[in-house]
T-cell receptor, first 114, second 115 residues
C-alpha cells in the first residue's frame, strides 16, 4: 500500500532563510506526487506536482521539489522564506491502482520568524 | 473561472442527527472527491464520484454516503452523527478521475462541529 511520511510536524525558519520540508513515500509503482499548502481556515492549494519527466519540479510562490527515486523522496524547498509562507504543507501521493485517491502525509506546519 | 464551492461553510449539529454537505465543482470538472480532515487522523479519503458513479470509497463506516448529480454537483451525507465526526470536510474536483496526473482542486471546506 502507498504511504507518505513527512519528517517534522513543525518547522521554524527565519525570514530569508532556506525552507526545506521533507517527504518520503512508499510505492510499488511509479508514483505521482503532489505538494499542497493550506492556510488557516482555507482549503488546500496545489504548489506543484511530479508526474513523469524532469525530476526537478518548479511550482508557485518560488517553491520547487526534486523527485529522487533512489531515496523515495520528494522534498520541498524554497531558497528564501517569506512571512507569507507560514502555513501547513502536505505531501501526497496518487496511485492509479488504488482508484485515484490522494494519500496524504501528516503535514508540516511552517513558521517564519521575522 | 470560479473555484470549488462548498456549502455550508460551518455547521453545528448534535449527536444522533444527520447532516448533508454540498459541493459544486469547477465548471467542466466531472470528478468529485471528498476528504475528512481532523487533527488526529489528518486528511483521509472518503469517496470519489465520476459521472454520477462512485469509483472508490475509503475506510469509513456506512453512515457516510454520497452522491453525484448529472451536473457534477455532489453531496455527502453523514447519518447518526458522533462526536468523532467533528472535522473539516473537503471536496476536490478534477477534470477526469483521479489516480494519475490529474490535479485535484480543493474547496474551502465545511467545518462540522458535533456536540
Amino acid at each position: 500500500a502507498q504511504s507518505v511520511t513527512q519528517l517534522g510536524s513543525h518547522v521554524s525558519v527565519s525570514e530569508g532563510a532556506l525552507v526545506l520540508l521533507r517527504c518520503n513515500y512508499s510505492s510499488s509503482v511509479p508514483p505521482y506526487l503532489f505538494w499542497y499548502v493550506q492556510y488557516p481556515n482555507q482549503g488546500l492549494q496545489l504548489l506543484l506536482k511530479y508526474t513523469t519527466g524532469a525530476t526537478l519540479v518548479k511550482g508557485i510562490n518560488g517553491f520547487e521539489a526534486e523527485f529522487k527515486k533512489s531515496e523515495t523522496s520528494f522534498h520541498l524547498t524554497k531558497p528564501s522564506a517569506h512571512m507569507s509562507d507560514a502555513a501547513e504543507y502536505f505531501c501526497a501521493v496518487s496511485d492509479y491502482n488504488q482508484g485515484g485517491k490522494l494519500i496524504f502525509g501528516q503535514g508540516t506546519e511552517l513558521s517564519v520568524k521575522p | 473561472k470560479a473555484g470549488v464551492t462548498q456549502t455550508p461553510r460551518y455547521l453545528i449539529k448534535t449527536r444522533g442527527q444527520q447532516v448533508t454537505l454540498s459541493c459544486s465543482p469547477i465548471s467542466g470538472h466531472r470528478s468529485v472527491s471528498w476528504y475528512q480532515q481532523t487533527p488526529g487522523q489528518g486528511l483521509q479519503f472518503l469517496f470519489e464520484y465520476f459521472s454520477e458513479t462512485q469509483r472508490n470509497k475509503g475506510n469509513f463506516p456506512g453512515r457516510f454516503s454520497g452522491r453525484q448529480f448529472s451536473n457534477s454537483r455532489s453531496e455527502m451525507n453523514v447519518s447518526t452523527l458522533e462526536l468523532g465526526d467533528s472535522a473539516l470536510y473537503l471536496c476536490a474536483s478534477s477534470l477526469a478521475p483521479g489516480g494519475g496526473q490529474e490535479t485535484q482542486y480543493f474547496g474551502p471546506g465545511t467545518r462540522l462541529l458535533v456536540l
